[in-house]
């Protein structure tokens, strides 16, 4: 076998980005807090009552005169005073207050733009329909994961406005300078307002060979998966998929289906399951003894992914994934609260921003966001109706 220093380096890269997922575990039991209610009441009712009754008589002089003088005076007096003081020793979390003036955490953390291909035939070969922004806090030991819709109408340099998902593909169909990662990193630069450092496109094809190499990952589901994809006799049409709740298994095709169709759970939906499998991969390698399997690992990187990464830069980000907890990596997504859909003049049905400051506001939110390791588990009594016809 012929390797080349691409490829080499390559490979140094995913195993240390598996040496990141897997530093990202938890590192035990964190302590509860202790809440200790102490009430101290001091209760004073003392009424005092005083009455003055004084008639005071004068005899009669020799003009004839008498007086009587009669005084009563009462006096009550009562005081009730009760002073509860209650003292709570622990931790607590408050909710983070939005200052749509202050700067982004986002502004200065290292931030990876994800993208996972969908290579199809024709003139429109690739079309990045997974899109996350990674960003990586090294003083906080915090990762942010924001999953972006690939609806999202953005206005693309030398195009015009159309799906972010393009934006790659148009890179290097418009010759732009630096080709389809630069492209595709100053659209999401000029559409979140926030600096992009590095580019990584994985296609859709080595993210099964990937879970295949791993044997497989395992996700929770609080409920039942019921979703559509292409039929394998006509790609025209679409049939039946579901998944069970619980801990589920998921081959290299089982788990391709999982990050990717979404005709029935939406693109919002789907963001949520390409997260998740981020944390199911990252629980597996961090199982396995790598170095055994790189020949398996070796088959399921060749040429499945491309990136700007210096070799430098993977081993910082190695040593970062060290010292990470679960619950310092979080999941968000520009979902129904921040974008919603409208209709443009050609007739495509895509997404757009509802304001900037809704945008802004999910962006500062993202370090705050529920942690990739608690996607899936929600209350499973409010599962969904089963969908009709399945």
Known sequence: MHITQTSVRRTILFLLLLALLAGCGPRGRQPQPTITPIVVAAATDEPTATATHEPTAVPATATASATATHTPTATATATVTLTPT????GTATATPTFDPSAPLRLEQTQNFLVLGADVRPGPWMMHTDS???????????QVGVLSIPRDLWVEIPNWGADRLN??????SYTDYPGGSPALAKRVVEETLGVPVHHVVLIKMDGLAQLVDALDGVTVHLDCPLYEQTPDPKDPNRLINWTLPAGDVQLDGATARKFATYRYITTDFGRAQRQQQLIW???DRASSLSILPRIPELWTALSGTFETDLSLLDVVGLARLGLGLKAEDVHGAALDRDVVEPFVTKGGASVLRFKDQMALRKRLSELFDARPLSALGRSDPTACPPKPPGF
């Open 166 to 171: 393009s934006a790659y593909f148009l890179g």
């Open 131 to 141: 899109i996350m922004l990674v960003a990586i806090d090294k003083a906080a030991g």
């Open 280 to 282: 199911a991969i990252r």
């Open 86 to 89: 209650v003292e709570v020793t």
